[in-house]
């Protein structure tokens, strides 16, 4: 689960990190009253609160919007309403929303801080280790994955240990790697160890500060942060789920979340329907081996009703870009019969204009297929998942 930047920022103050001074808008005359609150004299930063990167270079759609950016700098109070209006109720595009961008429905009134140098700090969990990595950069404003192959000399990596604080033997690499002197040890001791028991403590697969602003002094300021939880583990944190913007969700996918399954998109035309990520992994591995790509997979589970099952199939179905549909269940706790039933009641509503192949096994699997043999719908039956994706591309390939 993605937060906002507000809310990401009011999370790192309630774990000691330092952040500038700010409040969220919802109208241009609330940004106004926020800005004279948090600072008498400005300047104050504007921010669209979208959950995307690269704000700041981005554009609004909308003419009324002008050239600038979803983060702007004003220095006199009476500028604030209007550069604020510019921005609510407008569609901000960068270059993580695509060309259809996000509306932006709040925008957040920071305080400016003079800052002696920035510089880019993160913490992931690395799968291929697997540990708690600490990222560092000197460079900012940069998506990270967007580094090429002979650039791994800008990105410093460090395991870390969930337990034990980070010795001061790696900070000192840090700040040899960002060229600082060991004067700033101390603010540097207390910004890392904070931000690795926030990560730690509330379940984070990801935190990105960026950037990091380094006073004269020495403090360390988080000027924009990013959080995104594991899912499995919100249960343990009610207070960060309530964080949770349903506007920030495509539709498919919150209507999926609602439903309790899991839904994702790619690029590709082909809807998989399963239930389990590693029956999902195998099918897209199959599909991708053939030369053909998934357009997006829901992963159903057990405990829930029919009429939940079909509102997940009809998810896939009135995608656009799916042009074949391939069900693939092992059937225990998840019934192949209610499976059965799912897909009547949503082709009953929603119709099937595709090529659907479905593959059952496991609880209920005879009756799941006399069932759907009764409908008389156009439906193939596959012993494997193999055999099912070539019967779903070879009706594919006679449909075009």
């Not at 291929?128 to 940069?142: H, N, T």
């Not at 591995?285 to 009429?307: E, F, H, Q």
Request: aromatic residues 8%.
């Amino acid at each position: 689960m993605n937060i906002h930047e507000y809310q990401a920022k009011q999370i790192l103050a309630q774990y000691g990190i330092e952040v500038p001074a700010g409040g969220i808008a919802y109208t241009p005359t609330e940004a106004k009253r926020v800005a004279q609150k948090i600072s008498a004299r400005g300047p104050w930063m504007l921010k669209a609160q979208i959950q995307a990167g690269a704000r700041h270079s981005g554009y609004f759609l909308e003419h009324a919007a002008n050239s600038k950016g979803g983060i702007r700098q004003v220095t006199q109070i009476k500028n604030v309403a209007y550069e604020t209006s510019q921005m609510l109720g407008n569609t901000l595009v960068t270059e993580q929303t695509g060309a259809k961008g996000k509306l932006v429905s709040k925008v957040y009134v920071e305080a400016f801080k003079h800052v002696k140098r920035l510089f880019y700090a993160g913490i992931i969990i690395d799968s291929s280790l697997p540990a708690m990595v600490l990222l560092v950069s000197d460079v900012v404003d940069r998506d990270l994955l967007d580094f090429k192959t002979g650039e791994d000399d800008k990105i410093l990596r460090l395991p870390l240990s969930y337990n034990e604080p980070i010795s001061d033997s790696r900070l000192m690499r840090i700040l040899d790697f960002l060229s600082l002197d060991k004067t700033h040890l101390e603010g540097f001791r207390e910004f890392f160890n904070k931000l690795r028991v926030t990560f730690v403590n509330l379940d984070a697969q990801m935190i990105e500060i960026n950037p990091v602003g380094v006073t004269r002094t020495k403090k360390l300021l988080a000027l924009d942060a990013k959080i995104n939880f594991d899912d499995n583990a919100l249960f343990r944190h009610p207070d960060i789920w309530r964080m949770h913007d349903d506007y920030e969700e495509e539709p498919r996918v919150l209507k999926a979340k609602r439903n309790g399954f899991h839904y994702a998109e790619f690029d590709g035309n082909i809807g998989c329907i399963v239930n389990g990520e590693g029956l999902a992994l195998e099918a897209m591995d199959v599909i991708r081996s053939k030369g053909w790509n998934t357009a997006c997979a829901l992963n159903v589970k057990g405990g829930v009703d029919k009429d939940k099952i079909a509102q997940g199939i009809k998810i896939i179905m009135t995608n656009p870009r799916v042009e074949g549909i391939l069900i693939n269940i092992l059937g225990g706790f998840l019934r192949c019969n209610l499976i059965a039933d799912g897909i009547i009641a949503a082709t009953q509503e929603v119709g099937l204009n595709v090529p659907m192949i479905v593959r059952l096994e496991g609880t209920n699997k005879d009756e799941a297929r006399t069932i759907l043999r009764q409908t008389n719908l156009p439906i193939v039956f596959a012993e494997n998942t193999n055999e099912a994706i070539d019967k779903l591309i070879e009706k594919m390939e006679i449909n075009d």
